[in-house]
């Protein structure tokens, strides 16, 4: 699908383009959503660019995501997509500045994108250029990034809180530990995706305020420091949430290290106390003529108070030293 922002009496707005279709005179933004072959090629004609395909836009050099070709600038970054979702991803978005107009290439479509084209068509001063435009996009995707690491920060606490304190001495169950290891993981998978998208950013707004090829107002240029020092610090944030992770999957496998040996112990402890019986019932089972006590009336009884006598000393012996 091909989308194009064109200017209006009042603001801007949006239509989809269908080639061999001529286009607008004017447009600012060109976004290309899943495009065909058809749609390619016609933004290519148009604006004199060579749209990289899918699979060049996977390439993770820096020298195939960040580079000048033929008076255009062409920046690949990896952006998260369906994170309020079970299964998050990552994929790869090309902003191209051509001919005072932004084009972007991409085969997801995340939520900044989609708000941000909204924030457009409301507020037209977000338009005044495609560097601009360019600009608030980046900015929509660090605030998203900015709230997903609030949400990973809020659950990771939640976690905590469930581990360490335990007021009214609650004993933590396997069940819960396993689902705590999956709230951890879906958690580091969140943050994992997040690093990845404040690194790309990162390179993406440091080469397009040193790009030959992209005239930046003063404005303009404040505007992507700011966004660059707010990736550096979420960055430094999402390495702290990466190191508590870690500490916190650590924990849970601390615990149930814990819960096994408990296990292990009583297990240990039960057959210490049934060692003495099975001892005192193995001699009387043995087939010697000469035993006193087969005779006596009273030999089973003493066999029996024995075997239970020999159980319960082991038993209190072990409660006595705290070993349950």
Same mark, same amino acid.
């Given at each position: 699908?091909?989308?194009?922002?064109?200017?209006?009496?009042?603001?801007?707005?949006?239509?989809?383009?269908?080639?061999? $279709?001529?286009?607008?005179?004017?447009?600012?933004?060109?976004?290309?959503?899943?495009?065909?072959?058809?749609?390619?090629? $016609?933004?290519?004609?148009? !604006?004199?660019?060579?749209?990289?395909? =899918?699979?060049?836009?996977?390439?993770?050099?820096?020298?195939?995501?960040?580079?000048?070709?033929?008076?255009?600038?062409?920046?690949?970054?990896?952006?998260?997509? *369906?994170?309020?979702?079970?299964?998050?991803?990552?994929?790869?978005?090309? /902003?191209?500045? $051509?001919?005072?107009?932004?084009?972007?290439?991409?085969?997801?479509?995340?939520?900044?994108?989609?708000?941000? +084209?909204?924030?457009?068509?409301?507020?037209?001063?977000?338009?005044?250029? %495609? $560097?601009?435009?360019?600009?608030?996009?980046?900015?929509?995707?660090?605030?998203?990034?900015?709230?997903?690491?609030? =949400?990973?920060?809020?659950?990771?606490?939640?976690?905590?809180?469930? #581990? /360490?304190? =335990? %007021? &009214?001495?609650?004993?933590?169950?396997?069940?819960?530990?396993?689902?705590?290891?999956?709230?951890?993981?879906?958690?580091?998978?969140?943050?994992?995706?997040?690093?990845?998208?404040?690194?790309?950013?990162?390179?993406?707004? +440091?080469?397009?305020?040193?790009?030959? &090829?992209?005239?930046?107002?003063?404005?303009?240029?404040?505007?992507? *420091?700011?966004?660059? =020092?707010?990736?550096?610090?979420?960055?430094?944030?999402?390495?702290?949430?990466?190191?508590?992770?870690? /500490?916190?999957?650590?924990?849970?496998?601390?615990?149930?290290?814990?819960?096994?040996?408990?296990? #292990?112990? #009583? /297990?240990?402890?039960?057959?210490?106390?049934?060692?003495?019986?099975? !001892?005192?019932?193995? #001699?009387?089972?043995? &087939?010697?003529?000469?035993?006193?006590?087969?005779?006596?009336?009273?030999?089973?009884?003493?066999?029996?108070?024995?075997?239970?006598?020999?159980?319960?000393?082991?038993?209190?012996?072990?409660?006595? *030293?705290?070993?349950?």
């Amino acid at each position: 699908m091909l989308r194009l922002l064109i200017p209006t009496g009042s603001g801007y707005t949006w239509i989809e383009h269908s080639p061999p $279709a001529p286009f607008p005179d004017e447009f600012l933004w060109a976004d290309l959503f899943e495009p065909t072959v058809e749609e390619e090629r $016609a933004v290519e004609s148009l !604006l004199t660019v060579d749209v990289p395909t =899918r699979d060049e836009m996977r390439e993770i050099e820096t020298s195939n995501r960040l580079y000048e070709e033929d008076g255009a600038v062409y920046m690949t970054a990896t952006v998260g997509s *369906k994170l309020d979702s079970a299964t998050p991803e990552s994929s790869a978005i090309t /902003f191209i500045l $051509a001919n005072n107009r932004l084009i972007t290439n991409r085969y997801a479509d995340p939520t900044p994108v989609r708000r941000f +084209m909204t924030h457009v068509e409301r507020y037209p001063a977000a338009c005044t250029s %495609s $560097a601009t435009l360019l600009a608030g996009l980046l900015e929509a995707f660090v605030e998203r990034i900015a709230d997903l690491l609030e =949400r990973v920060q809020a659950e990771l606490d939640s976690v905590s809180h469930s #581990i /360490f304190q =335990r %007021s &009214n001495g609650d004993t933590t169950t396997g069940g819960d530990l396993k689902s705590m290891i999956q709230r951890i993981g879906a958690n580091g998978d969140l943050v994992s995706k997040a690093r990845e998208s404040l690194v790309s950013f990162q390179r993406l707004l +440091m080469y397009v305020q040193q790009a030959s &090829n992209v005239s930046l107002s003063q404005d303009q240029r404040s505007r992507f *420091k700011s966004t660059l =020092r707010d990736v550096q610090s979420l960055s430094d944030h999402a390495t702290f949430l990466g190191a508590k992770i870690q /500490f916190l999957l650590d924990a849970v496998l601390g615990l149930i290290n814990l819960e096994q040996n408990n296990i #292990i112990k #009583i /297990f240990s402890v039960a057959a210490v106390m049934f060692l003495p019986p099975t !001892l005192v019932a193995s #001699i009387y089972g043995m &087939n010697f003529h000469f035993m006193p006590e087969l005779d006596k009336p009273w030999g089973y009884p003493f066999a029996l108070v024995a075997m239970v006598v020999s159980a319960v000393v082991p038993y209190l012996y072990f409660r006595r *030293k705290g070993w349950l």
